[in-house]
């Protein structure tokens, strides 16, 4: 994964920034001509969940209540398990943001080859995409879906970095969303022999049928991440807090909490 916007990322968790800053970190990834603001245009809609206000830029996880967050909870089905020479055969995504269900996204994506493993595994099979979008169109419109929520899916690594390198591929981006991982957060807040998202569904009765088709996992895991969500610490108050949980649930979340409270933060109106 490329880390061309990391440092910039880096730098916004830890405090705003005003828009010189954030060209003058431009420069070194603008590409041989120095063009900062065409830059700009480009960080803007990578996916970076970013507010700009009074010539400030915030990285608005830091600020945004976790219920006021806006999640988007994916899964793909896949033709193998290598990105770099296989590819979705469908994508299934659920936006989540105060409690409720707020859009979903699912569709196909063609292709004329899918080994008998995968249809086994999966019950789609070559015959069911005859007619599907090509994987740029597929790829644009998800991306257009995603915006800047934050990615959720369970065992997000494979997702997140499957689709962001066919992204890049066609042309249209690495992807720079906050990713959550609903393995790990489960692991940290719920209490169960196994982790696979299979397992949870009937472990925590959710009890979805016709699993792993990819709009029926995004609505399971989006089951498990409500139950993790339930369940966590009350000194989590922002997204990012929920975002570092993941990483180190034994972080003092409270003490930045009270931090936050004492000074009243919040975008400027």
Known sequence: MPKRYEKIIAT???RPLSENEILTLLLPVAGLFGD???EFEIFKNSGIPIEVAHERIYY????????????????????????????????????????KIIDCFESFVFNAEIPEYITEITGIDAGMLEG??????????????????IFVA??????????????EYYGYGYLYN??????????????????????LNAFLNINHSNLHRA????????????????????????SNDLL???????????KHHKERQKSNTQLPK
């Open 12 to 14: 916004l968790q830890k």
């Open 36 to 38: 900062t603001q065409s």
């Open 60 to 99: 608005r996880p830091n600020l945004t209540p976790i219920a006021q967050e806006t999640f988007c909870i994916v899964d793909i089905e896949t033709n193998g398990h290598n990105p770099k020479i296989h590819a979705p055969i469908e994508i299934g995504a659920i936006k989540f943001s105060n409690g």
């Open 132 to 149: 599907a979008p090509e994987l740029p169109k597929v790829l644009e419109a998800f991306k257009l879906f995603l915006g800047d929520s």
């Open 154 to 167: 369970h065992n997000v690594g494979f997702d997140y970095e499957f689709l962001s390198q066919a992204l």
């Open 178 to 199: 906050p990713r959550l991982c609903t393995i790990k957060l489960s692991q940290r807040l719920i209490q169960a022999p196994r982790y696979s998202l299979g397992f």
């Open 215 to 238: 709009l029926q996992d995004s609505k399971t895991a989006l089951e498990v991440f409500k139950i993790c969500l339930e369940k966590l610490p009350s000194n989590l108050y922002t």
């Open 244 to 254: 570092e949980f993941e990483k180190n649930p034994k972080a003092n979340y409270g």
